[in-house]
């Protein structure tokens, strides 16, 4: 489950994806790509959205946050299923997408997830995605602020907190 953290982040791109994203590409093409205009399948979109949410330029990030919210949750549903996503493309649904049960179900079962992504979750998520952390006994041995995390959680239920 949790991952080390890297230090870099180094995800293997198409070229394809690189021209979009890389510095100084065209401003028409990554805004575009982030309108989700490009005719890209989901798992270099998600990775183009990735780069893009982080980019300088507002209207660039507010446009690939704003596709990231609307991808049909089918899509990213087939990409959590994919046991060799990245795990920052991982943090990033579970940053983005939080509200998303069924998604976010799948971000804490995923095998790449990083413990940065399972201590977000339990410091934000609901009342379910808390539930299925807690069902993670060997992580949470592993990592007591988890636990700590999900008692300081508002939404977490008493009996959780008294099981934990």
Known sequence: MPQAEPTTVRLKVSAEIARIVESG?????????????LPLNGKDLLTVLFFLCRSADAEIKRAAVKT????????????????????????????????????????VMHQ??????????????????????????KLLAQHPELVEAIVANPVAEKSLKFKL
């Open 25 to 37: 590409a065209p401003r028409d093409a990554q805004l575009a790509a982030a309108r989700g205009a």
């Open 68 to 107: 990231l919210r609307e991808m049909p949750a089918t899509i990213l549903t087939t990409l959590l299923k994919d046991a060799a996503l990245h795990p920052q493309l991982i943090d990033l649904l579970a940053r983005v997408r939080s509200s998303d049960e069924e998604l976010m179900g799948l971000v």
């Open 112 to 137: 790449a997830t990083a413990l940065k992504t399972c201590l977000h979750l339990a410091a934000k998520g609901s009342a379910s995605v808390l539930e299925r952390l807690a069902g993670h006994q």
